[in-house]
C-alpha cells in the first residue's frame, strides 16, 4: 500500500506570509497528487493538483512542487490571509487505481 | 461542473435506528462513489469503493452489514448505517469520481453529512 506522511501537523503564520505543507509517499508508482482544502463542517475541497511529468504548478497564491526521485510535494501559499486558515489534506493516486490516500492533516491559521 | 451533493446535511437519531445517507454528482455520471469517514481532527478514512450496478468494496475493518452501500445509478449513491450506535457518530464524506476518458480519475467531494447518535 501507500504511505503519506504530511508536515507540520499545526501551521500559524502571520497574514501576508508564506505557508509551506509538505508530504512525502512511499509508493514511486503514485502519479497523480492533489491538495484538499477543508472547512469546518465542509467536505474537502480541490485547490490545486500535480500529475507526476510536471515538477511545479501554479495557481494565483498557490503552487505545488513535485520531486519524485525524493517521493515528496509541498503545498506553497503566498500572501497568506485569513480567510485561508482551514484544515490542508495532501493525497496521494497511482493512475492504475481509484484509491486516494490521505495526509494526516495541517490545521493552517492565519494571524491577521 | 464537477457538483457533488449529500443530503441530509445533519442528522440526529436514536441508537438503534437505520439512517440513509444519499449522495449525487449533479453534473457528471460518476462510475465510482467511494465513502470516507471523519473524526473530529483527523484525516478522512476510506470506508468502501461503490461501483455503479455492482457490490461494494469495503476496507478491512468495515462492517458491511452495518453499513450498507446501494449504487444504483451513475449519480446516486446511498450510505445506510444500520442499528446506529453512539460509537456511529462521525462526519460521513462522499466523493465521485470523474467519468471515464479522462486519463486520471480525479475525485470530487460532498459537503459531508453530520451523524449524531443518542
Known amino acids: 500500500g501507500e504511505n503519506v506522511e504530511q508536515h507540520p501537523s499545526t501551521l500559524s503564520v502571520q497574514e501576508g506570509d508564506s505557508a509551506v505543507i509538505k508530504c512525502t509517499y512511499s509508493d514511486s508508482a503514485s502519479n497523480y497528487f492533489p491538495w484538499y482544502k477543508q472547512e469546518l463542517g465542509k467536505g474537502p475541497q480541490l485547490i490545486i493538483d500535480?500529475?507526476?511529468?510536471?515538477g511545479e504548478k501554479k495557481d494565483q497564491r498557490i503552487a505545488v512542487t513535485l520531486n519524485k526521485t525524493a517521493k515528496h510535494f509541498s503545498l506553497h501559499i503566498t500572501e497568506t490571509q485569513p480567510e485561508d486558515s482551514a484544515v490542508y489534506f495532501c493525497a496521494v493516486m497511482r493512475n492504475t487505481g481509484n484509491q486516494f490516500y490521505f495526509g494526516t492533516g495541517t490545521s493552517l491559521t492565519v494571524i491577521p | 461542473g464537477a457538483v457533488v451533493s449529500q443530503h441530509p446535511s445533519r442528522v440526529i437519531c436514536k441508537s438503534g435506528t437505520s439512517v440513509k445517507i444519499e449522495c449525487r454528482s449533479l453534473d457528471f455520471q460518476a462510475t465510482t462513489m467511494f465513502w470516507y469517514r471523519q473524526f473530529p481532527k483527523q484525516s478522512l478514512m476510506l470506508m468502501a469503493t461503490s461501483n455503479e450496478g455492482s457490490k461494494a468494496t469495503y476496507e478491512q475493518g468495515v462492517e458491511k452489514d452495518k453499513f450498507l452501500i446501494n449504487h444504483a445509478s451513475l449519480t446516486l449513491s446511498t450510505l445506510t448505517v444500520t442499528s446506529a450506535h453512539p460509537e456511529d457518530s462521525s462526519f460521513y464524506i462522499c466523493?465521485?469520481?470523474?467519468?471515464?476518458?479522462?486519463?486520471?480519475?480525479?475525485?470530487?467531494f460532498g459537503p459531508g453529512t453530520r451523524l449524531t447518535v443518542l
Open positions: 466523493s465521485a469520481g470523474m467519468p471515464q476518458g479522462r486519463a486520471y480519475n480525479e475525485q470530487f
Open positions: 500535480i500529475r507526476s511529468n510536471v
